[in-house]
């Protein structure tokens, strides 16, 4: 199996710019994962995908966020009219069922936002 | 609502030396998954284990050991006659068993220094 991948793996944006990220999983791997993480700090949970349908997103996430998964296969996060707090590393992982309950991360996106 | 808590923030050891990473966690699940990755400079988490609540039994993979102990709700890691490639942070997770309570609940990590 190929790993996880993410693009792009670093992004520079200017304030109130709209950035996309992309997350491919393990082949098969029907659940997905966004998770940032901050400065010091551990990866924090904001979505989740089974196949297409995102079941649960934190409060982190706000309305300027959104996530999807059309097909059941890559994800796309995108944050509209980014902030200056909106600076960190944007984490995706994915998992199997049946046993297979581990979530395997991608190299991540790093944002930041000038 | 789940917790960890990684106490130590930084660890410096010279190489050869053991070392203990100490996590414990909070929840109100009655099954769940403990988990330790690895976060070297070039950023990916990489997976170590993962351990089910219901099986307490240690671990042991090459030089790194896990003691988990529902007793005191602590999962701990230590890695035997330390090596430079060690040098990373460190973080323990918590997760549900069941796809709704599957995410993943990080503690702060503990960065470990392995000087030559």
């Known amino acids: 199996d190929t790993g996880v991948s993410q693009d792009p793996r670093h992004k520079i944006t200017k304030r109130g710019q709209n950035v996309t990220f992309r997350c491919d999983p393990i082949s098969e791997h029907n659940r997905l994962y966004w998770y940032r993480q901050t400065l010091g700090q551990g990866p924090e949970f904001l979505t989740y995908?089974?196949?297409?349908?995102?079941?649960?997103k934190s409060r982190l996430l706000s309305d300027r966020f959104s996530a999807e998964r059309p097909k059941g296969s890559f994800s796309t996060l995108e944050i509209q009219r980014t902030e200056q707090g909106d600076s960190a590393m944007y984490l995706c992982?994915?998992?199997?069922?049946?046993?297979?309950?581990?979530?395997?991360f991608g190299p991540g996106t790093r944002l930041l936002v000038l | 609502a789940q917790k960890v808590t990684q106490a130590q923030t930084e660890i410096s050891v010279v190489e050869k030396e053991d070392v203990t990473l100490d996590c414990v966690y909070e929840?109100?699940?009655?099954?769940?998954?403990l988990f330790w990755y690895k976060q070297p400079p070039s950023g990916e988490l990489v997976f170590l284990i993962r351990r089910n609540s219901f099986d307490e039994q240690n671990e042991i993979s090459g030089r790194y050991s896990w003691n988990f102990q529902k007793s005191t709700s602590s999962f701990n890691f230590t890695i035997t006659a330390s090596q430079v490639v060690d040098s990373a942070v460190y973080f323990c997770?918590?997760?549900?068993?069941?796809?709704?309570?599957?995410?993943?609940?990080f503690g702060k990590g503990i960065t470990l220094s392995v000087r030559p």
């Open positions: 997770a918590l997760s549900g068993m069941g796809g709704a309570n599957s995410k993943l609940t």
């Open positions: 995908f089974q196949n297409e349908a995102q079941l649960e």
């Open positions: 992982a994915s998992r199997g069922t049946g046993g297979k309950e581990t979530q395997y």
């Open positions: 929840t109100r699940d009655t099954t769940y998954y």
